[in-house]
């Protein structure tokens, strides 16, 4: 096919649902339409500043991205989704240009559609099995969903954001939410809606979890988590900020002296690993979790207004291969490092992160060393970070999750100079609820253990996101915290 009749109905999909030119496209003439690419800032430009990276669609773009939909009557991106979305429905509905026809179907599965459509893992959940990426072979053609969602739910916001959900008049029950993350945000917004009083506490000056001090704004700006927080304000939801349960005060005495019906923990997996090596405790070696609280949280990165001081780097090491690496390595480049590198024991094939992020790091000109891992931080007599004692590795053979496993290659040891070394090998759960909480059963690694329905061992207590599943995403996160709402209007509803 060539350009100009890839053009030609790129425009035909623009308009033909709305009947403007008479013809349908068949599945045959959607399968010819171009992928649409996400617009971005250049990366010369973005590497040096704290806006948005991708831009989003114009209308055009989205128009013709969600005329490639084939809708599927057996649509197993609906599948691969964990809140279930009605995928076809909504992309559908752009195709005719009905876009708060389209906003009301995400919504109603999806609380936070604007944060799913910019940070989801797509690639892995709805994309990886939509029928038009299998046909095309290649998970890249897909159709772009979370690039449409994203579409949908910011032409929403710029035309004043959905209305609030309706309140059910008060049943004055009252419901402690520990944690402020999508987990409890989520809970608290379905929880409310009921008509129930709902107090968030949260350890932080902001709500957000993650998405405020963890995932940066050039990712995910921190005006759209704001306005989701003040939405659950609008609606009644009470915020306790500065609080930190087990510490201010215990989870039981909420339940048993406050006067708390029931209380959800969302508190997360904010406890940073470490690689275990000599002189990771030299001034200069930060978790990833610290310096990207600092950066975002305390907005060190606005260094005009902000009071928080940042670490001067010049030459950055970042350990890991996550996406928690990745924003890591690209917010030290925007901080003002001259060279940032990320040491990764195996390759790019096995690395965890996102595709697309590892591609965006790559083109604002981080470096990768594959194949490398520190077995020391070295460091000067005043105890400051000077380099880092690197081993190369090769690939041997799979390991039990599948990814071929690093081989040391002996006496490869080497030197290499850095000022900096940021250390983004995973998180995991805090133990403070765990340890202050009698009879709350937890596995080994302090992940909250529940059943089905997100109940806990103790009795009005239930838990979701990353403190039951350890370190996972936003929107699994979510998903946990709709099922904890629904048993807990469910055992209100019959206290
Ligand atoms: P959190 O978001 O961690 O929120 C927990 C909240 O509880 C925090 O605000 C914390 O301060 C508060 N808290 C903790 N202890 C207490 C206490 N004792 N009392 C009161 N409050 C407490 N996921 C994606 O889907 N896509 C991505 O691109 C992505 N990128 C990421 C990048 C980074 C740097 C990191 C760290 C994570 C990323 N994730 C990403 C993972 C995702 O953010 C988490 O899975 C998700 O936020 C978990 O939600 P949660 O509500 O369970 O916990
Ligand atoms: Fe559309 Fe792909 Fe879902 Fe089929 S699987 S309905 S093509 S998004």
New binding site residues.
């Given amino acids: 096919m060539s350009h100009s009749d890839s053009s030609a109905l790129a425009a035909l999909a623009k308009t033909a649902f709305a009947g403007i030119d008479g013809r349908q496209l068949t599945n045959k003439d959607r399968m010819t339409l171009p992928v649409q690419d996400m617009p971005c800032q250049d990366p010369a430009v973005r590497a040096h500043n704290m806006s948005e990276v991708a831009v989003g669609y114009t209308e055009e773009q989205a128009r013709v991205e969600a005329a490639r939909c084939l809708q599927c009557k057996n649509a197993p991106c609906v599948a691969g989704c964990p809140v279930a979305i009605d995928i076809p429905g909504f992309i559908g509905l752009i195709a005719k240009g009905d876009y708060r026809g389209s906003a009301d179907i995400l919504r109603t599965a999806n609380l936070l559609p604007a944060i799913?459509g910019?940070?989801?893992?797509q690639e892995k959940q709805c994309q990886e099995p939509c029928t038009l990426g299998k046909a095309l072979k290649g998970v890249d053609k897909a159709v772009q969903i979370g690039r449409l969602e994203r579409y949908v739910a910011d032409l929403e916001r710029a035309s004043g954001g959905a209305p609030l959900p309706a309140v059910a008049p008060s049943t004055g029950k009252r419901v402690a939410v520990?944690?402020?993350?999508?987990?409890?945000?989520t809970v608290a917004a379905d929880v409310r809606r009921e008509g129930h009083e709902v107090v968030i506490?949260?350890?932080?000056q902001k709500?957000?979890?993650?998405?405020?001090?963890?995932?940066?704004e050039f990712?995910?700006p921190k005006a759209i988590v704001r306005e989701e927080a003040e939405k659950l304000e609008a609606m009644g939801v009470m915020f306790e900020l500065n609080?930190?349960?087990?510490?201010?005060r215990p989870l039981g005495a909420l339940l048993k002296e406050d006067g708390f019906d029931a209380a959800f923990i969302?508190?997360?997996?904010?406890l940073p690993k470490f690689m275990d090596i000599p002189g990771e405790n030299l001034v200069g070696v930060f978790s990833?979790?610290e310096y990207?609280t600092r950066a975002n949280l305390m907005r060190a990165w606005d260094k005009s207004h902000a009071a928080t001081p940042i670490y001067p780097s010049k030459r950055v090491a970042v350990l890991g291969g996550g996406?928690?690496a990745m924003?890591?390595a690209r917010m030290a480049l925007r901080l003002g490092a001259d060279e940032v590198r990320v040491l990764y024991r195996r390759t790019r094939e096995e690395m965890p992160a996102?595709a697309e992020?590892v591609g965006h790091a790559m083109e604002e000109g981080i470096i990768f060393d594959f194949l490398s891992s520190p077995t020391e931080v070295l460091g000067n007599d005043k105890g400051v970070v000077t380099g880092l004692r690197v081993m190369t590795y090769r690939l041997g053979d799979p390991d039990e999750s599948g990814r071929r496993s690093p081989v040391a290659i002996e006496g490869s040891e080497h030197d290499v100079a850095f000022d900096t070394v940021i250390v983004?090998v995973g998180?995991e759960s805090?133990p403070?609820?765990a340890k202050t909480t009698p009879g709350l059963n937890v596995d080994r690694k302090s992940h909250v253990l529940v059943d089905a329905n997100q109940k806990t061992s103790l009795e009005a207590v239930w838990a979701?996101?990353?403190?039951?599943?350890g370190?996972?995403?936003?929107?699994?996160?979510m998903g946990?915290?709709r099922r904890a709402a629904a048993a807990i209007n469910g055992y209100l509803k019959g206290k």
């Fill in positions: 799913c910019r940070v989801c893992p520990i944690g402020a993350g999508p987990a409890g945000l506490f949260e350890a932080f709500p957000g979890g993650v998405m405020v001090y963890g995932i940066p990712r995910l609080t930190l349960v087990g510490r201010t969302g508190v997360g997996a904010g990833a979790n990207l996406n928690v924003d890591s996102r992020e983004a998180n805090n403070l609820i979701g996101g990353d403190i039951v599943l370190a996972a995403t936003v929107i699994l996160a946990e915290g």
